[in-house]
């Protein structure tokens, strides 16, 4: 059976070595999603992806299979020219 979706977020003024300095922005968000298998699904669940005040990213997964896991992997970099990576884990019950 197939949901029908949630908004995600992650933040990453505390990802990284010492996490977002003051004024510190992000740019450019990249999000992906991978089964346990680590099949590429991102096309098929991830939409919308946008960043929010400057130093979060959101999407939408809008789909995923019950009783499945999946990773989201969110990439971005930062006005210091940081690379910055956040990993969810999600289950779909």
């Not at 298998?37 to 979060?56: A, K, L």
């Not at 499945?68 to 910055?84: C, F, P, R």
């Amino acid at each position: 059976m197939k949901k029908k979706g949630w908004i995600g977020l992650v933040d990453f003024r505390h990802i990284g070595k010492d996490g977002l300095a003051p004024e510190e922005t992000i740019s450019s968000p990249e999000v992906t999603c991978e089964d346990k298998d680590g099949v590429d699904c991102s096309s098929d669940m991830i939409s919308n992806v946008s960043v929010y005040e400057d130093t979060q990213v959101t999407y939408k997964l809008k789909g995923g299979t019950a009783g499945a896991t999946y990773n989201i992997i969110v990439k971005t970099v930062t006005t210091n020219n940081q690379k910055l990576q956040g990993k969810v884990e999600i289950a779909i019950s």
